[in-house]
């Protein structure tokens, strides 16, 4: 399969290499850390938190070949766009539980309890009778390029990249409303959601206060 996979309106979507991470580790810590509605709410300098577990996570992730850049051809190795992804399995359902169980309770830790949650609950693979997901984990777009419908095209270019590979389904958990639409439009179904208003802790406070219109964290899945 080529790397390159697809250029329109001066942006090239291609396959990440594990050499473009410390490029991206850069380009998250300035635009999807302070966007995404969790983490942004928090207060919290949350790419600091178990960062080196999730460097080697994501890592792992682009090696599988499941991981994409936008770049602006204008500006050559400039960064506009990406998406993190790898395959899961119903083994990992566990295996998440354990480690989101044993993980510092800052708010990284408490969006790994939550998505862990959500992925017993809603358990895709016993409802799909699927051995495997390709499950898209991060999709962050630059600032200045919101709108204008790359989230869309690096989505269906992900997608094509999970038939390639013979993946039956994509998977999605999506924090914010807006990315929820945007899955929606290309096909993808959401299967279960969890408003958070209603995740408690403990002491039953709410746990997550994101500001509207996020109000659910929604899982989004198509067959592929």
């Known amino acids: 399969m080529s790397t390159n996979l697809g ?3 001066g942006v090239l979507i291609r396959i990440m ?3 473009d991470y410390p490029e991206l580790k850069n380009f998250m ?3 999807f850390f302070n966007s995404e509605p969790l983490c942004a709410s928090s207060g919290e300098n949350v790419q ?3 960062e080196e577990e999730n460097d080697k996570y994501h890592i792992s992730m682009i090696e599988q070949g499941t991981c994409l850049l936008a770049l602006d051809e204008t500006q050559p190795g400039r960064i506009v766009g990406f998406v993190l992804a790898g395959a899961q399995y119903p083994s990992d359902l566990e295996k998440h539980r354990k480690e989101a169980m044993e993980m510092e309770q ?3 830790g408490r969006i790994c309890v939550l998505l862990s ?3 017993i609950d809603a358990n895709v693979f016993e409802r799909y009778k699927a051995a495997k997901a390709l499950y898209s984990h991060i999709t962050n777009v630059h600032t200045s390029m919101r709108g204008k419908g790359l ?3 690096l989505a269906a270019a992900l997608m094509d990249v999970g038939r390639q590979q013979g993946f039956p389904l994509m998977i999605a958990y999506c924090t914010s409303y807006y990315s929820a639409r945007q899955k929606e439009s290309l096909g993808m179904e959401c299967v279960y959601s969890l408003a958070y208003a209603d995740y408690k802790n403990d002491k039953g406070e709410v746990v997550f206060k994101p500001e509207a219109p996020h109000t659910h964290l929604r899982l ?3 067959k592929l």
């Open 7 to 9: 250029s329109k309106d």
């Open 117 to 119: 949650k959500v992925e």
């Open 151 to 153: 989230g869309g095209r």
């Open 106 to 108: 800052n708010v990284w």
């Open 29 to 31: 810590g300035k635009n």
């Open 17 to 19: 290499k594990v050499s």
């Open 220 to 222: 989004m899945l198509i």
């Open 48 to 50: 600091r938190h178990h």
